[in-house]
């Protein structure tokens, strides 16, 4: 079945850029996703690409996929504390009815100031 | 901007209860999810639901659990008799199945006794 995997946690300072990794197993992956959970609140869509694309850009936010290494990057430009919240990961698959997304466990990213 | 919404917050009951838990999808959407999120661990696939029928379920949702639309904007998980391991963040989702957005709502968390 489908896998997604990614790192645990990840500390930076504020002002730095972030990067948070993923990765994934199911080749007819349709999208990929990046949610943002802060304590105690719901999953908050930050952005998503289509397979065909490798990059897409959205204010501070990059994404990049790597289609044939199966492996997704959110990319945070001058992070604040603001971003500190736990990162899932998530593919979408078009191999069933019913459009269902796979997670990732998450990664905490920290932000010191 | 549209939101998905969930009732309730948060319920507490008593092993062997059962539960419904309330959801309003995007007025648009024409698929509609549940996920759980068992405190620390992924977020997990529960049910998908298109044109007033399951599409796809997994595992979890077995014969304690049912789904239903019964008017034009409401969406609820039931749970017959919950057990204490449905103790979880159940989290509501949903999509118009033309764009890549798939936008949760804040969840609702399940506390059994």
């Known amino acids: 079945g489908e896998d997604v995997e990614q790192s645990l946690f990840l500390s930076v300072r504020e002002g730095d850029s972030s990067v948070i990794n993923c990765t994934y197993t199911d080749s007819s992956s349709t999208y990929l996703y990046w949610y943002k959970q802060e304590p105690g609140a719901g999953l908050q869509l930050l952005t998503y690409?289509?397979?065909?694309?490798d990059m897409k850009q959205d204010q501070r936010l990059t994404v990049l996929l790597n289609k044939k290494d199966k492996h997704l990057s959110l990319r945070i430009a001058d992070t604040q504390t603001g971003d500190s919240a736990i990162y899932f990961c998530a593919e979408r698959t078009n191999n069933n009815a019913g459009n269902m997304l796979t997670f990732g466990g998450g990664t905490r990213l920290m932000v010191k100031p | 901007e549209p939101e998905v919404t969930q009732t309730p917050s948060h319920q507490v009951t008593q092993m062997g209860q059962e539960v419904i838990l309330r959801c309003v999808p995007i007025s648009n959407h024409l698929y509609f999810y549940w996920y759980r999120q068992i405190l620390g661990q992924k977020v997990e696939f529960l049910v998908s639901?298109?044109?007033?029928?399951?599409?796809?379920k997994s595992e979890i949702f077995d014969d304690q659990f049912s789904v239903e639309r019964p008017d034009g904007s409401n969406f609820t998980l039931k749970i017959r008799s919950t057990k204490l391991e449905d103790s979880a963040m159940y989290f509501c989702a949903s999509t118009n199945g033309n764009t890549g957005e798939l936008f949760f709502g804040e969840g609702s968390r399940l506390t059994v006794l």
């Open positions: 690409i289509f397979s065909n694309m």
């Open positions: 639901f298109y044109n007033n029928e399951i599409s796809e």
